[in-house]
């Protein structure tokens, strides 16, 4: 279902990870908050606040992840790429995440301050997400293993 304000089906599906004990309602107004918190930084670089943060989302999006393979009593981490939902679901989830572990005062501050560092590639889940890549690189030897 596209959300109330502005009909996107993103929206939502962050909103959706972002709710509490089925609050939805209190979720679309962190959500909604924290987007206009980011709208001044938005309007300097001439984009609405939803693309800002779409841009933000696609730069925290892993392309590579490891999951483990048992051959043989070894256990070898092996790179695979991800899935093009799974992509979108598990950006949303690292976002989502370190923004609870940021400091600050309300969430809806705390997301929009990891918005922004996504957007300017930059804070945790961005990090995530080049360590994510790293790993991946650092087992291309074992790319073999796929299943």
């Not at 109330?4 to 908050?33: C, E, R």
């Not at 009593?73 to 598990?90: D, H, Y």
């Amino acid at each position: 279902m596209p959300d109330p304000k502005f009909g996107d089906t993103l929206v939502t599906q962050f909103v959706n990870n972002l709710m509490l004990d089925g609050k939805k309602s209190i979720a679309f107004g962190i959500f909604y908050d924290a987007l206009d918190l980011v709208a001044p930084k938005a309007e300097k670089e001439g984009k609405p606040a939803l693309e800002y943060f779409k841009k933000a989302l696609e730069n925290i999006t892993p392309t590579v992840e490891v999951k483990s393979r048992r051959v043989g009593g070894a256990t070898f981490q092996v790179p695979t790429e991800i899935r093009p939902e799974r992509k979108v679901s598990v950006s949303i989830k690292n976002m989502i995440l370190y923004s609870r572990k940021r400091s600050g005062h309300s969430m809806a501050e705390k997301l929009a301050a990891e918005i922004v560092a996504a957007y300017n590639m930059e804070g945790a889940a961005f990090k995530r997400k080049e360590d994510m890549h790293k790993m991946a690189e650092a087992n291309r030897a074992f790319a073999h293993f796929r299943f």
